[in-house]
């Protein structure tokens, strides 16, 4: 049984080497902007707020995201977490939308971060992590975007 489990230990770590070593290639997504938000919910005690990023894959290959860690902020102020409300896949080469859905408790957030979910255009910052990867192998990598957005839409 030890045998069989260090074949795989050593397996694996020759997997992500040769991976690793081949993935000279690999270019960043490019991030294009927030493709649309608007308010899902929105009660006394809950709210959600649906954000679709724009992003660009350069890649010759797809990418799954596993799960997503984020942080949102609305002009500067903790509103509440995000989650990815479906496993996303993305294609090679190509644009796609990434949804992801942040969750607050509107009576927590009122002052100025309640007032500007009124405003025209406010301040949105998505910070934390997401889970990328291909065939079982998976890279944490760091999510820092920010941008003006209208929240009902343009």
Same mark, same amino acid.
């Given at each position: 049984?030890?045998?069989?489990?260090? *074949?795989? !230990?050593?397996?694996?770590?020759?997997?992500?080497?040769?991976?690793?070593?081949?993935?000279?290639?690999?270019? @960043?997504?490019?991030?294009?902007?927030?493709?649309?938000?608007?308010? %899902?919910?929105?009660?006394? =005690?809950?709210?959600?707020?649906?954000?679709?990023?724009?992003?660009?894959? &350069?890649?010759?290959? +797809?990418?799954?995201?596993?799960?997503? %860690?984020? =942080? !949102?902020?609305? %002009?500067?102020?903790?509103?509440?977490?995000?989650?990815?409300? @479906? *496993?996303?896949?993305?294609?090679?080469? #190509?644009?796609?939308?990434?949804?992801?859905?942040? $969750?607050?408790? &509107?009576?927590?957030?009122?002052?100025?971060?309640?007032? =500007?979910?009124?405003? #025209? *255009? %406010?301040?949105?910052?998505?910070?934390?992590?997401?889970?990328?990867? *291909?065939? +079982? !192998?998976?890279?944490?990598? &760091?999510?820092?975007? =920010? @941008?003006?957005? $209208?929240?009902?839409?343009?």
């Amino acid at each position: 049984m030890t045998i069989r489990i260090l *074949k795989t !230990i050593l397996l694996s770590i020759c997997s992500l080497f040769l991976l690793s070593s081949g993935c000279n290639d690999i270019q @960043e997504l490019e991030y294009k902007g927030i493709d649309r938000t608007e308010i %899902n919910t929105f009660s006394f =005690s809950d709210a959600a707020i649906r954000i679709n990023l724009r992003y660009y894959n &350069p890649n010759k290959f +797809g990418i799954d995201v596993k799960e997503t %860690n984020l =942080s !949102i902020y609305l %002009n500067d102020k903790f509103i509440g977490l995000a989650d990815q409300p @479906e *496993k996303t896949q993305i294609p090679k080469r #190509s644009e796609f939308l990434f949804p992801v859905v942040a $969750h607050f408790n &509107p009576l927590n957030v009122l002052g100025s971060a309640f007032k =500007s979910i009124f405003s #025209s *255009k %406010n301040k949105v910052t998505l910070q934390g992590s997401a889970k990328l990867g *291909k065939g +079982g !192998i998976y890279l944490k990598v &760091p999510v820092q975007i =920010s @941008e003006e957005v $209208h929240l009902f839409g343009k």
